[in-house]
């Protein structure tokens, strides 16, 4: 309960005194996340949509796949992007290891397929309401994805939330691809777990609790700004 405590009041004090270090761990947590969110969402969206509207030979395996794709080993996929952008890999001219360009990559692999997946289930039944509707007006592939993206937007902000929360709680992969730099590509997550193996509980904690402060305060913002909670819907 002590180390609770004292990490309870190295966050509040963290936060009032707007703490250099935290406000940049921060803004780069927020930089790196939902960037990677943006990306993920525009590969994620119309694909979950496009998934659950199309028929194809085998598209029960890629379901199969897109479902089992969420649940990749972050520390696998920092390992495999690493090989990719390292000196002696295909895109390692690029020089982006150790970087924040390199930890949104690592972020997008690891969101897409959890968003994916939420998307078409979403869609899924979406689709089975609109289908006759859709048909019916001869519209283009095109033109029904963008129609039922638009109308269960509510349900992809959920999916786009997901995505958000698993980014900015992601250590294994940023880790490994970025190093955890200070001033460079250090976030909350990472520096947690440097506190941690420091023994400096007290500040990993504060840090934890400003972590999940920033995350309920995005995820509150927005659903105000979607204004999911008007029309007795949430």
Same mark, same amino acid.
């Given at each position: 309960?002590?180390?609770?405590?004292?990490?309870?009041?190295?966050?509040?004090?963290?936060?009032?005194?707007?703490?250099?270090?935290?406000?940049?761990?921060?803004?780069?947590?927020?930089?790196?996340?939902?960037?990677?969110?943006?990306?993920?969402?525009?590969?994620?969206?119309?694909?979950?949509?496009?998934?659950?509207?199309?028929?194809?030979?085998?598209?029960?395996?890629?379901?199969?796949?897109?479902?089992?794709?969420?649940?990749?080993?972050?520390?696998?996929?920092?390992?495999?992007?690493?090989?990719?952008?390292?000196?002696?890999?295909?895109?390692?001219?690029? %020089? $982006?290891? =150790?970087?924040?360009? &390199?930890?949104?990559? /690592?972020?997008? @692999?690891? #969101?897409?397929? *959890?968003?994916?997946?939420?998307?078409?289930?979403?869609?899924?039944?979406?689709?089975?309401?609109?289908?006759?509707?859709?048909?019916?007006?001869?519209?283009?592939?095109?033109?029904?994805?963008?129609?039922?993206?638009?109308?269960?937007?509510?349900?992809?902000?959920?999916?786009?939330?997901?995505?958000?929360?698993?980014?900015?709680?992601?250590?294994?992969?940023?880790?490994?691809?970025?190093?955890?730099?200070?001033?460079?590509?250090?976030?909350?997550?990472?520096?947690?777990?440097?506190?941690?193996?420091?023994?400096?509980?007290?500040?990993?904690? %504060? $840090?934890? =609790?400003?972590?999940? &402060?920033?995350?309920? /305060?995005?995820? @509150?913002? #927005?659903?105000? *700004?979607?204004?999911?909670?008007?029309?007795?819907?949430?």
């Amino acid at each position: 309960m002590t180390d609770i405590w004292a990490g309870l009041e190295a966050a509040f004090w963290l936060i009032v005194t707007l703490d250099s270090d935290l406000v940049e761990i921060t803004l780069r947590s927020l930089q790196v996340s939902v960037t990677a969110l943006v990306f993920a969402s525009l590969i994620a969206l119309p694909f979950g949509t496009w998934l659950a509207i199309r028929r194809f030979r085998y598209r029960r395996t890629a379901i199969a796949v897109l479902n089992a794709l969420m649940g990749l080993p972050p520390v696998v996929v920092g390992l495999i992007v690493y090989l990719l952008l390292s000196r002696s890999g295909p895109f390692g001219v690029f %020089g $982006l290891l =150790f970087t924040p360009t &390199a930890m949104i990559i /690592a972020q997008v @692999i690891i #969101i897409t397929p *959890l968003i994916a997946s939420i998307t078409h289930q979403a869609m899924r039944e979406l689709w089975a309401e609109y289908h006759d509707l859709l048909i019916s007006l001869n519209t283009t592939k095109r033109q029904r994805i963008m129609t039922l993206i638009w109308d269960g937007r509510r349900a992809l902000l959920t999916a786009a939330l997901a995505g958000f929360g698993r980014a900015i709680g992601e250590v294994g992969a940023i880790m490994i691809v970025g190093g955890n730099i200070d001033h460079a590509t250090r976030v909350l997550t990472t520096a947690i777990a440097l506190e941690t193996g420091k023994g400096d509980f007290a500040l990993a904690l %504060g $840090l934890g =609790f400003v972590l999940i &402060a920033l995350a309920l /305060a995005v995820n @509150i913002l #927005i659903h105000s *700004l979607s204004r999911t909670e008007q029309e007795g819907r949430w």
